[in-house]
């Protein structure tokens, strides 16, 4: 299994800002997945963080607006920028703890709200 | 990333009665997995189908995979109140390494 901390659990945040939100796992992993879950909506994948290089985006996401992080193989971070009402969400780190086992471990989640 | 359609969008039920949820794909999955949401946590891994024609139970929940490896099915029999949730689907994207969700089943069960 894998235990994830997530920071910050909620904020609200003004229209224009950006917010920085921290994912730390209890153990090294190759991948890291960042979703965001609207309220009522499934998870929709932003990126994969790979250690080493730069993130993976998903169609819709681009670098300049989700600026990800991955320093080590433990830890991630996630920057929503430039925030709008429309970036109010939940925003869930992930992984796969083993490989191969189709096993996601989520952390608690960050729930954004943009004023 | 991959599309994986979810029906029905919303289930509820009288406690005692099933339910089932049906997870489709245009195209066909090495694997799926099912995961179960309670109201305001995080999603939950509940089970990895990887062969075709698989079925796999828990308890009450037994799982299906489609001998396409289109399709998979969850149901759950004599459902209870600790079933409330919303129960995903999530398939893997082209390169394996990645999983993507479908649009959830919300079940709420009335005692």
């Known amino acids: 299994s894998a235990v994830i901390s997530q920071k910050p659990s909620r904020d609200i945040c003004q229209r224009g800002t950006s917010l920085t939100i921290q994912c730390q796992v209890d153990?090294?992993?190759?991948?890291m997945f960042w979703y965001r879950q609207q309220p009522g909506q499934s998870l929709t994948l932003i990126a994969t963080?790979?250690?080493?290089?730069?993130?993976?985006?998903e169609s819709g996401f681009v670098i300049d607006k989700f600026p990800i992080s991955r320093p080590n193989l433990t830890f991630s971070t996630l920057t929503v920028s430039n925030m709008s009402p429309e970036d109010s969400s939940i925003y869930l780190c992930?992984?796969?703890?083993?490989?191969?086992?189709?096993?996601?471990?989520f952390g608690e989640g960050s729930r954004l709200t943009v004023l | 990333g991959q599309q994986v359609m979810q029906i029905p969008q919303y289930q509820h039920v009288q406690e005692g009665e099933d339910f089932t949820t049906y997870c489709n794909s245009s195209?066909?999955?090495?694997?799926i997995q099912w995961y179960k949401q309670r109201p305001g946590g995080h999603p939950v891994f509940l089970i990895q189908?990887?062969?075709?024609?698989e079925v796999k139970k828990q308890k009450r929940l037994t799982f299906q995979f489609g001998e396409a490896k289109k399709n998979s099915s969850l149901h759950i029999t004599a459902t209870q109140t600790t079933d409330v949730g919303t129960y995903f689907c999530?398939?893997?994207?082209?390169?394996?390494?990645?999983?993507?969700f479908g649009s959830g089943t919300k079940l709420n069960v009335k005692p």
């Open positions: 992930s992984v796969e703890a083993r490989r191969g086992t189709g096993e996601l471990f």
């Open positions: 153990s090294q992993v190759t991948m």
């Open positions: 963080a790979n250690q080493g290089s730069e993130a993976t985006y």
């Open positions: 195209t066909t999955l090495s694997n």
């Open positions: 189908l990887v062969k075709s024609g």
């Open positions: 999530a398939g893997p994207g082209y390169n394996f390494n990645k999983f993507y």
